[in-house]
């Protein structure tokens, strides 16, 4: 029977050589885990279950390949028949770490280090378990244990640095102060201020601010009480209120009150909306302000709208801003802003006034260490036609 040209399998082609290429060399990556625990080293133990030599060969193996679940399986048959081998300990805890399992491995190192004090892999994995379970204050105690245990060893002294910067970045807790001179033109008196700030935080993204503000402006001065409460609503949202205060005031909002929201949104965008009251001696002023911000690698760019009514003038003011920042550090931040448009402000004691803007300025916070930061600004800015100001300002931040 002639069989050419029939049959279901007749006009299929040989493989693709890329195709083989690619099998070839998928089985070798595949290979090392297929004989992750080495077969000839399973073979011993199967043949003799109490041979602990090879058992213990095979634990290391099998951890070494990645697998920590075939590693801890031997380690459990290693301590049933010797349950006080620091090496064994140590073995079990590192395949536990490795399962995401920390709490069943912090009794294995403990014991293991009172059997082996002077076995130091045992020191550093105790600490690494205690860090992955947050207990902070055992971690410190044990720290200051190893550091007097190996004083020829530099790790204990760099995780205790490091532990108390994250302890302080944890705590979040900041003072400030700062001072700003601003130059008019037009051989006008130059304006002067000075700021005391206290940041609370209290677990989670709550914070509590509290803080004083004293500002000198053509030859008069106000003193302002400020509070701020922030905190967010689910994964999302975040929001804050705050409020201040200047009795008598002059060229300071009487008291204000403002309420802020964020909203994360996909593509790595961020939503803002601000709502504020501010009441003046002469007038009062109702804003709204709604920014868009977009974060790009190491760059974040927004633009803010700012729609503003003052009584007394029919008619809205609009101004906006474009800001540039970058992010580093552990908060460190520099930012670029430029601004146009209208702008209610004072411009005069007891004189609020809607005049066209515009700045440019420079502002940002960098953190020496955990502990202190240095806060700055310089800018220029146009009052219509009344004056132009150039503004710096520099400040301190501490973490405690």
């Known amino acids: 029977m002639n069989m050419k040209g029939s049959g279901p399998f007749t006009n299929m082609k040989g493989p693709d050589p890329f195709i083989s290429v690619l099998l070839i060399f998928a089985f070798f990556l595949a290979a090392p885990a297929a004989m992750a625990c080495e077969p000839a080293l399973e073979a011993a133990v199967a043949a003799d279950a109490a041979n602990t030599d090879a058992r213990d060969a095979l634990a290391r193996a099998c951890a070494r390949a990645g697998e920590p679940e075939?590693?801890?399986?031997?380690?459990?048959?290693?301590?049933?028949?010797?349950?006080?081998?620091?090496?064994?300990?140590?073995?079990?805890?590192?395949?536990?770490?490795?399962?995401?399992?920390?709490?069943?491995?912090?009794?294995?190192?403990?014991?293991?280090?009172?059997?082996?004090?002077?076995?130091?892999?045992?020191?550093?994995?105790?600490?690494?378990?205690?860090?992955q379970l947050g207990?902070?204050?055992?971690?410190?105690?044990?720290?200051?244990?190893?550091?007097?245990?190996?004083?020829?060893?530099?790790?204990?002294?760099?995780?205790?640095?490091?532990?108390?910067?994250?302890r302080l970045l944890d705590r979040g807790t900041r003072l400030s102060a700062d001072l700003s001179y601003e130059d008019l033109s037009g051989g006008r008196s130059a304006w002067r201020g000075a700021s005391l700030?206290?940041?609370?935080?209290?677990?989670?993204a709550r914070h509590l601010f509290a803080g004083l503000h004293a500002e000198e402006r053509f030859d008069t001065q106000d003193e302002q009480l400020q509070l701020a409460w922030a905190d967010r609503l689910?994964?999302?949202?975040?929001?804050?209120?705050?409020?201040?205060?200047?009795?008598?005031?002059?060229?300071?909002?009487?008291?204000?009150?403002?309420?802020?929201?964020?909203?994360?949104?996909?593509?790595?965008?961020?939503?803002?909306?601000?709502?504020?009251?501010?009441?003046y001696a002469s007038a009062d002023v109702?804003?709204?302000?709604?920014?868009?911000?977009?974060?790009?690698?190491?760059?974040?760019?927004g633009y803010t709208l700012n729609a503003a009514k003052t009584s007394g003038i029919d008619d809205p003011s609009f101004g906006h801003l474009l800001h540039f920042a970058h992010d580093y550090g552990a908060g460190s931040r520099a930012a670029l802003?430029?601004?146009?448009?209208?702008?209610?402000?004072?411009?005069?004691?007891?004189?609020?006034?809607?005049?066209?803007?515009?700045?440019?300025?420079?502002?940002?916070?960098?953190?020496?260490n955990a502990a202190w930061g240095i806060t700055w600004e310089a800018g220029w800015y146009e009052q219509g036609d009344l004056y132009d100001r150039i503004r710096v300002r520099v400040g301190l931040e501490h973490r405690f």
């Open 70 to 131: 075939k590693a801890l399986a031997q380690y459990d048959v290693l301590l049933a028949a010797n349950a006080t081998n620091p090496d064994w300990q140590l073995g079990k805890a590192q395949a536990l770490v490795a399962l995401r399992r920390p709490r069943e491995a912090l009794p294995l190192l403990e014991d293991a280090r009172r059997r082996a004090p002077n076995y130091e892999d045992v020191w550093r994995l105790n600490a690494t378990v205690l860090e």
């Open 135 to 166: 207990q902070a204050d055992a971690e410190s105690a044990l720290l200051a244990e190893a550091a007097a245990q190996f004083p020829a060893s530099s790790w204990p002294r760099e995780r205790q640095a490091a532990l108390a910067e994250q």
């Open 197 to 204: 700030g206290f940041d609370r935080h209290l677990g989670g």
């Open 234 to 279: 689910g994964d999302h949202w975040s929001y804050g209120v705050s409020g201040d205060v200047a009795p008598d005031a002059d060229v300071l909002p009487e008291w204000s009150l403002t309420t802020e929201a964020g909203r994360g949104l996909p593509q790595a965008f961020g939503l803002g909306l601000r709502l504020r009251h501010a009441s």
């Open 286 to 301: 109702d804003s709204l302000a709604g920014t868009i911000e977009k974060y790009a690698h190491w760059l974040r760019v």
């Open 337 to 368: 802003i430029v601004g146009f448009g209208e702008e209610a402000e004072t411009v005069a004691p007891g004189v609020v006034q809607v005049t066209d803007t515009r700045s440019v300025s420079l502002n940002g916070l960098h953190w020496t």
